[in-house]
């Protein structure tokens, strides 16, 4: 579908994908040294903690949510929008094309963004001597969790975007839930934040905090958030007025 | 030939606002039509709902017989510029334009093609934040030219151009329509148009005033009697018979061209046409164009 390839082509074409690469290898990078460095040596023998190390790649679904928001957002920001749309009039083509764009723009950040985690938490583990507990199961879960979560961040800062179109109240709306309303409902109320997309996200890499749903449960609910909030955001896009 | 552009019975509302009230015009095949009213008059909403941005309230709009998003190839039968300013500021303006012939599968040659066609092909790999307004423009219009399309609908693009990038345009325009191909050019201030465009439509408060040729419009000018009749057909054919080109005004008064108050008065008399008002008219195309749209019309 050329749409697809337009829509990767607007990805590459300015620095702010390079700038939110960076920021995401900075972050994954600080977080796992910290954890792996700063940590002792019996707590990162502990199963559950090496999935928090070897999973820190994760955070890359918060720069794959971004880019996914800035795909459509930025749009309507400068206007490109209008020609876009005056292009590929029909509307759903272009937000599926963006879902698309922005599921693979998620695999790429997912890929460096957990190659990195992985690899240098691997890199500590192995040089402190500390034993993996995590068996290959445990460890292809891990992986592949995070590669399909960090996609489906890309997805939903589509939808995200394309429901709420101003680019500053989708950024703060996906950060102010991401970090803070979910956590607090999970702390609260954890029958219902563990069907949260962070929670659900947290789950599919086979994280065991008490209350979380089972991987394949969480992996179902991301989707399903996926879809519902690219749903919403197909469905708004064809029937509101471009300005 | 069919008209490349019909609004029939079109209006769009926001909220209690009407901006397009029951807009209705055609416009035929090769030739460069001045879409004009003062700012607020409601163009920019019409031309939307045109292009398909914006859903009409009540009637319709179609392009080549069709609603906009109908159309199998849009890109490739109408090119359309709305605002100057729909760049991305960091992406490159040969990037832009790749951007968009991607999505329809035109090769990146075509982006060449055209950034030589409108100027540009120095600033092509430059960031668009450091273009000019007059060479943002341009890369508008080298957008709207991708698809070599048949039909160009352009939104004040006359806004903010100095002299120069003024008759760059008209040069342009008047290149483009001489190969049979239809342009639709709004502005508020019809002297940046009419020495381009062969017909006129002029609205005000989203109603239609004027669609006539720039000629007849000009007719004014050049000396026309206002004439109010509770017979207005009847005066109309007399007049006609007698060899005077006439007009229906939007204000069900007649407009008779190019003579004066005493043929018209006298053709009247003749034929036992009861007349309410004769006024001679002449005032400059300017004046004209500000009379016909300063007044909501009643």
New interface residues.
């Given amino acids: 579908m050329p749409q697809i390839q337009a829509e990767l082509l607007k990805i590459r074409s300015t620095r702010t994908t390079v700038g939110l690469l960076l920021g995401m290898v900075g972050l994954v990078l600080l977080t796992v040294l910290l954890t792996g460095l700063v940590s002792s040596a019996a707590t990162l023998t502990d199963k559950q903690n090496q999935v928090g190390l070897l999973g820190d790649g994760s955070l890359a679904g918060v720069f794959a949510a971004l880019a996914g928001i800035l795909l459509i957002t930025s749009e309507y920001r400068f206007g490109t929008i209008r020609p876009t749309f005056l292009f590929t009039p029909r509307r759903g083509r272009v937000i599926t094309a963006k879902v698309v764009a922005g599921l693979l723009a998620g695999l790429a950040f997912g890929i460096l963004g957990e190659g990195l985690g992985f690899g240098i938490g691997y890199v500590i583990l192995s040089g402190r001597g500390i034993p993996i507990t995590l068996d290959g199961g445990d460890i292809t879960l891990l992986l592949v969790g995070a590669l399909v979560g960090v996609a489906l961040w890309g997805a939903i800062g589509v939808g995200l975007g394309a429901i709420l179109q101003n680019q500053i109240a989708a950024v703060i709306t996906l950060l102010a839930w991401g970090f803070v309303a979910e956590n607090l409902l999970f702390v609260f109320v954890p029958a219902v934040g563990r069907f949260g997309p962070v929670h659900a996200g947290n789950a599919m890499v086979g994280d065991t905090t008490r209350h979380l749903l089972a991987p394949a449960a969480g992996a179902a609910t991301l989707i399903a958030w996926t879809a519902v909030l690219c749903g919403v955001g197909l469905a708004l896009t064809a029937r509101r007025d471009v300005n | 030939m069919d008209p490349v552009v019909v609004c029939e019975s079109l209006t769009k509302r926001f909220g209690t606002v009407t901006a397009v009230d029951d807009l209705s015009f055609a416009l035929e095949p090769g030739t460069i039509t001045g879409f004009l009213g003062p700012n607020g008059a409601g163009k920019t909403t019409t031309l ?1 709902v045109l ?5 009409p309230t009540r009637g319709r709009a179609l392009i080549f017989g069709r609603p ?2 109908q ?1 199998d190839e ?2 490739r039968r ?1 090119g ?1 510029v ?2 100057a ?8 303006g040969r ?2 334009l ?3 012939g ?4 035109f090769p990146d040659a075509r982006v060449d093609e055209v950034l030589a066609l409108v100027d540009l092909t120095d600033a092509a790999n430059r960031r668009v934040k450091g273009y000019s307004l007059g060479m943002r423009q341009r890369l508008g219009l080298a ?1 709207a030219l991708l698809g070599d399309p048949e039909l160009l609908v352009l939104d004040e693009p006359a806004n903010g151009l100095d002299p120069e990038g003024v008759r760059w345009l008209r040069d342009f325009l008047r290149a483009f329509s001489a190969k049979g191909r239809s342009v639709l050019v709004s502005s508020h201030v019809l002297a940046e148009v009419a020495q381009t465009v062969d017909q006129v439509i002029i609205i005000s408060h989203g109603r239609l005033v004027v669609e006539s040729s720039l000629e007849q419009l000009t007719a004014r000018v050049g000396g026309s009697v206002r004439v109010r009749s509770p017979d207005l057909p009847g005066l109309a054919a007399a007049l006609q018979r007698n060899d005077v080109a006439t007009m229906l005004t939007n204000d069900h008064a007649l407009l008779a061209l190019r003579t004066t108050s005493e043929r018209v008065g006298d053709i009247a008399f003749a034929a036992g046409v009861r007349v309410h008002e004769l006024i001679a008219e002449s005032s400059s195309l300017e004046e004209v164009f500000l009379n016909l749209t300063a007044e909501p019309p009643s």
């Fill in positions: 939307r292009l398909g941005l914006a859903a906009y998003d159309l849009p890109a109408v359309a709305l605002e300013t729909d760049f991305h500021p960091g992406r490159s990037d832009h790749r951007t968009l991607r999505a329809v599968a957008a």
